[in-house]
């Protein structure tokens, strides 16, 4: 697998459910950011945890790390018809922190 | 809140024609990159530029693309003779670059179509 794949590809969830999409990265990093894609649009930044941090929360996100396992999650709570769209993960590994994208979830939630 | 912007949203060029996209990073940021995105692909790395000079570069960048920050506001990338596969989403990107500041922001990108 490449540096940065997310699993899994696709998810369809009821809204109100609880979603996970989960990443893994075959190098060393520094910093791991989870970012959301709207159809066509920008990446929008959620959220960054540190290769030394395990857990995260930012409002209804929650991101962990586990950096024996080279992978991590975001998990999505009380889902919104507005969470619709792609999520990717982005590692950087030092330097001038230029980001490698996984593959990307497409989570569509379901009215 | 400040936001990455970028323009046009979309351009359309003929082969072989020269295009610059356009950027205006958060103005207190001073690390500054490009991305694109294949439709339905993954969005890669071009290059990184600070200090008015490129600090890094992908295989993607050769000679046919440029980056130039003109003033203290924009941030252009140049592609002097656009192929077909340059077909993609563009993006830019900023950071703060402070100590312990690694979070790059996204301007919502061009959409570049070659024909």
């Known amino acids: 697998s490449q540096q940065g794949e997310e699993d899994p590809q696709a998810l369809s969830i009821q809204e109100g459910e609880n979603a996970t999409m989960n990443c893994s990265y075959k190098?060393?990093?520094?910093?791991l950011q989870w970012y959301r894609q709207n159809s066509g649009r920008g990446l929008v930044h959620l959220i960054l945890i540190r290769s030394n941090e395990r857990e995260k929360h930012s409002g209804r996100l929650r991101v962990t790390l586990d950096t024996s396992k080279k992978s991590s999650s975001l998990l999505i709570t009380a889902s919104r018809a507005a969470d619709t769209a792609s999520y990717f993960c982005?590692?950087?590994?030092?330097?001038?922190?230029?980001?490698?994208f996984g593959t990307g979830t497409r989570l569509t939630i379901i009215p | 809140e400040p936001e990455v912007t970028q323009t046009p949203s979309h351009q359309v060029t003929q082969m072989g024609q020269e295009v610059i996209l356009r950027c205006v990073p958060i103005s207190n940021h001073l690390y500054f990159y490009w991305y694109r995105q294949i439709l339905g692909q993954k969005v890669e790395f071009l290059v990184s530029?600070?200090?008015?000079?490129?600090?890094?570069k992908s295989e993607i960048f050769d000679d046919q693309f440029s980056v130039e920050r003109p003033d203290g506001s924009n941030f252009t990338l140049k592609i002097r003779s656009t192929k077909l596969e340059d077909s993609a989403m563009y993006f830019c990107?900023?950071?703060?670059?402070?100590?312990?500041?690694?979070?790059?922001?996204f301007g919502p990108g061009t959409r570049l179509t070659v024909t």
């Open positions: 982005a590692t950087d590994a030092g330097g001038n922190e230029k980001l490698t």
């Open positions: 190098t060393s990093i520094n910093n």
């Open positions: 530029f600070y200090n008015n000079e490129i600090s890094e």
């Open positions: 990107a900023s950071r703060v670059g402070t100590s312990g500041s690694y979070e790059q922001y």
